[in-house]
């Protein structure tokens, strides 16, 4: 149970793109388990996979989930374990230009999922078989996956990441009308939920779509007085306070202030969450030397 609570946190940290601290809690929910508890393993495996996607490093998420695909199913609780990462291999194959991995992952065993299953887990494989569908069938399939996720208001994350696929899709097919209305919609849900690095997944497509995306913190940035910004700004590109004050000429206790006054008018929690607000508007400043 311990080992499963550290997991969910790390989940958390992962959506957040929290890097640092969702391996950390991978780490000791891996070395507080038993020993070869392979439920345990294969969600530590996942959990790293999404922080991987979420960052943009499919490559990195094909690497942790493709050798899970080549274990034998076990009896049916393994078996169920497997399915919820399934969705997460096939998107991350598609985005690395291996269409016929997410092909073997949506056809081999434990990937047909029953009416019976949760809505999470249907939901999910639903936005899986989207990915996969045809020109003509793109539509039909990603409304069967957000209708599946309209059910439930406790799944806004993952009608959130269906939205932004279908959003993809939609683009790459040169349809940016519509795409730009399920971008922006997931661009908003991301933002809400703190979720970092997938709203700047967002933001680039809205972008590529020939669009501006207007950010809902954008009126927190501009409250930032000039000495928060410049705190805010040589933090997010990695400094410590300490390294902060003596390139600002400021004591540590002063940056601690203003870089608790930034954190509050962005709406951000973490360090991470800074630099990748800053880092995706280009505003970090480099640390000299």
């Known amino acids: 149970m311990e080992a499963a609570a550290r997991l969910a946190a790390a989940r958390r940290a992962a959506i957040r793109g929290d890097g640092p601290a969702c391996r950390r809690l991978v780490e000791r929910a891996l070395t507080g388990a038993p020993r070869h508890d392979a439920a345990i393993e294969e969600e530590a495996s996942t959990v790293v996979a999404l922080l991987e996607l979420g960052l943009r490093h499919p490559d990195r998420a094909v690497a942790v989930l493709e050798p899970m695909l080549r274990v034998t199913s076990g009896p049916g609780s393994r078996r169920a374990s497997r399915r919820s990462w399934l969705a997460d291999l096939v998107e991350a194959a598609l985005h690395t230009g291996r269409r016929d991995l997410a092909r073997a992952a949506l056809s081999g065993p434990g990937s047909s999922v029953a009416a019976g299953e949760s809505l999470t887990l249907?939901?999910?494989?639903?936005?899986?078989?989207?990915?996969?569908?045809?020109?003509?069938?793109?539509?039909?399939?990603?409304?069967?996956?957000?209708a599946l996720l309209a059910e439930s208001p406790d799944v806004a994350f993952e009608r959130a990441r269906t939205e932004l696929c279908y959003g993809e899709r939609l683009r790459r097919g040169r349809r940016r009308t519509y795409a730009r209305r399920h971008l922006r919609s997931a661009l908003l849900a991301f933002e809400r939920l703190g979720a970092a690095p997938w709203a700047a997944r967002a933001r680039a497509e809205l972008q590529a779509s020939s669009e501006t995306a207007r950010r809902r913190v954008s009126s927190g940035e501009e409250a930032l007085t000039p000495q928060e910004r410049a705190v805010a700004r040589i933090v997010a590109a990695g400094a410590t306070n300490r390294e902060a004050a003596a390139a600002l000429f400021l004591?540590?206790?002063?940056?601690?202030?203003?870089l608790g006054n930034a954190f509050g008018k962005l709406g951000v929690r973490t360090r991470?969450?800074?630099?990748?607000?800053?880092?995706?508007?280009?505003?970090?400043?480099?640390?000299?030397?």
């Open 122 to 146: 249907r939901a999910r494989m639903a936005r899986a078989e989207a990915l996969l569908a045809d020109d003509d069938g793109v539509d039909v399939a990603f409304g069967r996956a957000l």
């Open 251 to 258: 004591s540590p206790k002063t940056i601690e202030y203003h």
């Open 272 to 289: 991470t969450q800074l630099a990748v607000r800053f880092l995706t508007e280009g505003g970090a400043v480099p640390l000299a030397g």
